[in-house]
């Protein structure tokens, strides 16, 4: 009875040693299995490792310091506004795609207040201009400044290295020492507009004048008759107060003197009332003149007055020309009288007769 016992133990230990086997290989498989995702884990942490360490390095440098540099205007003083006018080529793409130009942050500069700086296309290059006003004489440095803010290439940094610029001496330049004394302001502040709305009210006054002298024909002739009128007008009383002051003149006035100032008076006013040049007529040819002129169209009391003033005129002639001192060319007070009311009366009916003056 012990020996079945003990045999059927041992059948039974023998039964269950390949299930511990069995067991003990797929663990010892299991932790095989397990080990490559460990070391795939620790690859994966020392690739981002390193990664991480190249995203932390800084962009490489790049200062561009070949360039042409133009500074406007060409002579500079303090106190002056100027422009910097870089023009140069970099491999590195400095704009956006799309972008023509970008405003970069204004630098600080000493000696230098920098307005604005521009960064734009010029061709196959990019031009930088900067705008800003200078404060000392001399030579000013401008240290290199990082213009790729706006620069599609992270992997680069790049610096503009600007020449020096040379600030001239106003006083130098035009030799004064000495400042020179306020003046007044050429516009009284505060009329500036008045002048602007005036100078337009002007401008639109003559375009109006213009179309009306240049649209209406029976505007232009009354315009015309007005002027004619008035030239008329300011003859015929010219000739009356020029006689007048020849009687009342207290100047001592020879006859000669006395007869060339009525001839000349007279054939300027018959000249202008007529619009004829009588003024190298004879004392005949100007009757002759007028008849032919009139037509017929004055009255006989206009062609009276007519050769009235021709017979004055002989008369004025002979006393210049005849070189006669005695009876006959000497014109006492009373003569010169008489030819002056003569002449002003031929003017009055000259002028009754077309009613263009107020006598």
């Not at 010892?28 to 690859?43: L, M």
């Not at 100047?251 to 009525?262: G, I």
Request: charged share 20%; net charge negative.
């Amino acid at each position: 009875m012990k020996k079945k016992l003990l045999f059927l133990l041992v059948v039974f230990l023998i039964s269950l040693s390949p299930s511990v086997f069995a067991q003990n290989g797929a663990s010892a498989a299991g932790a095989s299995a397990t080990n490559p995702e460990i070391s795939d884990s620790a690859v994966t942490s020392e690739l981002s490792d390193t990664s991480a360490d190249e995203s932390e390095t800084p962009p490489e440098p790049i200062v561009i310091s070949d360039m042409q540099m133009a500074v406007l205007p060409r002579d500079v003083f303090v106190g002056d506004a100027m422009e910097i006018r870089c023009t140069f080529g970099c491999e590195v793409a400095l704009l956006p795609d799309g972008a023509l130009s970008v405003d970069i942050t204004p630098v600080e500069i000493q000696n230098l207040t920098v307005n604005s700086i521009t960064l734009q296309r010029a061709g196959a290059s990019f031009m930088l201009s900067m705008v800003c006003v200078p404060w000392c004489v001399g030579s000013i440095d401008i240290p290199p400044f990082v213009i790729s803010e706006h620069c599609a290439d992270a992997k680069a940094s790049v610096s503009l290295d600007i020449p020096e610029i040379t600030i001239k001496s106003i006083v130098n330049y035009t030799g004064a020492t000495e400042l020179r004394s306020a003046k007044a302001p050429l516009l009284i502040p505060g009329t500036t507009w008045i002048i602007y709305l005036l100078s337009i009210f002007g401008i639109v006054l003559i375009v109006a004048l213009v179309v009306i002298l240049v649209r209406f024909r029976s505007f232009r002739k009354k315009v015309r008759t007005v002027i004619s009128s008035l030239i008329t007008v300011k003859n015929y009383h010219s000739l009356k107060y020029q006689m007048k002051k020849l009687t009342k003149s207290k100047k001592p006035v020879t006859d000669k003197q006395f007869a060339a100032v009525v001839s000349h008076l007279i054939r300027e006013y018959i000249s202008c009332r007529f619009a004829y040049n009588f003024r190298s007529e004879t004392p005949a040819g100007v009757v002759e003149a007028f008849e032919e002129l009139s037509k017929g169209l004055f009255s006989v009391e206009a062609g009276e007055a007519v050769q009235m003033l021709s017979e004055v005129l002989v008369r004025c002639d002979y006393v210049r020309f005849a070189g006669d001192d005695g009876e006959n060319g000497a014109m006492p007070t009373e003569e010169r009288a008489e030819i002056c009311n003569s002449v002003i009366n031929a003017a009055v009916c000259l002028e009754k007769d077309n009613h263009n003056a107020k006598v």
